[in-house]
């Protein structure tokens, strides 16, 4: 039986319903609910189950058919053909030094940069208490990891930061760059992760519908209590995978 009724289950998006039974089927293989070389349920079974027509659902297993999750042969039903596709391992990262070693794994793509200084935000959308700086470089950017869209983002610099290495801030990411800055120290850095919905620019950049949900995450690293960094990134949510171990000793 589905989770809800299919007639309160599939009403509430507005995405096509053969879609909507597609990501159903396709969590089904991931969890590993339907293992690989079983078979699923027959169309018609299918069909009583979620109240659909027979078109819509063939319909919904043509998409996994057409990614290679299931194989339908002529007369004895469609089966699970691959475990579904595998998560991407570049997680999250939730430490300035993540933060240092991911920025090093991407290929960074500019999309607007300022021609002019200009001021930080002044709702920056988390807890701050650096000073800001007189002005910054504003830089947006698409990044990406083995050539798939991993984040697109608006970055700020200091512009007296920005001034001392813009060809490296301009081509590659802006928290490695800061980790190697000669003589300078971050000193205060933080992040915030929210899910949000994609708006057109940044589900364009990553290749989402628009509207999809996003990881947005919010941060920034001062030097001598300055704000020298700040930035509102969004990722796919598939890269939010945090992992903490509930019973370990606080510092």
């Known amino acids: 039986m589905p989770d809800a009724p299919a007639t309160d289950l599939l009403s509430r998006s507005r995405e096509p319903v053969y879609l909507q039974l597609a990501t159903i089927f396709r969590r089904q293989i991931e969890s590993g609910v339907w293992r690989p070389g079983e078979q699923i349920p027959s169309l018609d079974a ?37 475990a579904g596709r595998a998560r ?10 993540q933060a240092v070693a991911v920025g090093d794994q991407l290929s960074t793509e500019a999309m607007v940069e300022s021609t002019a200084d200009v001021p930080l935000p002044d709702d920056l959308g988390m807890p701050c208490d650096g000073r800001r700086a007189d002005a910054y470089h ?41 980790d190697r800055f000669p003589g300078l120290k971050v000193n205060a850095a933080r992040q915030r992760l929210s899910i949000v919905a994609a708006g057109a620019a940044s589900a364009g950049a990553l290749e989402l519908g628009v509207g999809a949900p996003v990881a947005e995450l919010r941060r920034f690293a001062c030097v001598d209590n ?26």
């Open 46 to 82: 299918l069909c009583r189950q979620y109240g659909v027509a027979r078109m819509t659902m063939h319909h919904a297993l043509s998409e996994l058919d057409a990614e290679g999750l299931v194989a339908r042969a002529r007369g004895r039903g469609t089966f699970v053909k691959a």
């Open 138 to 178: 504003f830089l947006r950017r698409a990044h990406r990891v083995d050539g798939r869209p991993f984040a697109v983002g608006e970055v700020y610099i200091a512009a007296d930061v920005f001034a001392r290495e813009p060809e490296a801030f301009r081509h590659g990411a802006s928290v490695p760059v800061l």
């Open 88 to 97: 991407r391992q570049l997680a999250l990262p939730i430490s300035w030094d």
């Open 226 to 251: 300055v704000i020298v960094y700040y930035a509102r990134i969004e990722f796919p949510t598939e890269y939010v995978c945090l992992d903490f171990d509930l019973l370990a000793p606080h510092s």
